[in-house]
């Protein structure tokens, strides 16, 4: 047990030890893979009107989840996306910011892994992390600094300030967030990673002949709109949708959790390999 989740599964994978979620029954099966500084309580929203089989995992460096010793970058973290989706058999997956990095990566080497894709906030594509992501990154470990190891509430505050950052005029869900942060802590690992990116060219994607959902928002400088324009571009079958204010999971709540389902609902049977 973890976070005040219920029971999760510790799954070997390549050298990390992966802590996973599995909620929901039957098909389809979708993988969710968090962002940055994220965690399973981050992404289980995004997919709570989502049909079928649920699962969700704490990427590499977060909760639960261990890694190996030494550097370690996208496509580890695309591999740790794989055997998830390889043990619960998940046709379809969602990733967000990093994870939405680690899907591209995956697709690279695998263009028809899944039959549908979701793509939400993604933060790099063909180019290292924005200037504002390293940023945040250095601003989250300040605050876990400065907390020494003392998860009282003036350093949960401190940490919940710099999440908030992400939603501006909310601290819904930055509490637990926080809390999780104060716990696990941040790998130091994951400064390498924003340093690198996700592709090494958007042309590679061009196999990716499945239907694809990206999803992005205005005046978000750690997911630029740019980024997303470019990873519609470059999926054959992919549809954008932008909207006004960052944070849409605070902001336009109900419709992202019903786009992302119905965009889901429509995954007819297994990929091809």
């Known amino acids: 047990m973890s976070l005040g989740l219920p029971a999760t599964t510790i799954l070997p994978a390549g050298g990390a030890r992966l802590e996973c979620l599995a909620t929901g029954t039957g098909t389809p099966v979708t993988v969710f893979a968090h962002g940055l500084a994220g965690d399973i309580t981050q992404t289980r929203p995004l997919g709570g009107a ?14 639960r989840s261990t890694a190996p010793g030494g550097a370690w970058g996208y496509r580890d973290l695309a591999a740790d996306l794989d055997t998830v989706a390889h043990r619960y058999r998940a046709t379809a ?10 899907l ?11 039959s549908r894709l979701v793509f939400y906030l993604p933060a790099a594509l063909d180019e290292p992390h924005p200037p504002a992501a390293r940023d945040r990154y250095e601003r989250l470990r300040a605050a876990l ?11 949960l505050a401190g940490v919940v300030a710099v999440l908030a950052a992400d939603a501006p005029g909310t601290t819904v869900g930055l509490a637990q ?18 340093d690198e990116a996700p592709v090494p060219r958007p ?8 239907p694809a959902l990206v999803l992005a928002a205005h005046d978000d400088p750690v997911h630029p709109v740019e980024v997303a ?9 992919a549809e954008l949708h932008v909207y006004p204010r ?10 992202l959790r019903g786009r992302i389902s119905g965009f889901l609902a429509a995954t007819a049977g297994p990929p091809s390999r």
């Open 104 to 114: 591209c990566r995956l697709l690279v080497d695998a263009p028809l892994r899944f």
């Open 50 to 63: 989502v049909a079928g089989t649920r699962v969700f995992f704490h990427t590499r460096g977060h909760g």
């Open 229 to 237: 324009g470019r990873l519609a571009q470059a999926l054959p079958r």
């Open 203 to 210: 042309d590679e994607l061009a196999a990716v002949d499945v």
């Open 145 to 155: 600094a400065a907390a020494g190891g003392r998860p009282d509430e003036r350093a």
């Open 177 to 194: 967030r926080a809390a999780a942060l104060l716990r696990y802590g941040l790998a130091a690992d994951l400064a390498g990673v924003l």
């Open 246 to 255: 960052p944070a849409p999971l605070v902001t336009a709540r109900a419709d």
């Open 93 to 102: 997956a969602l990733g967000v910011s990093l994870g939405a990095g680690a």
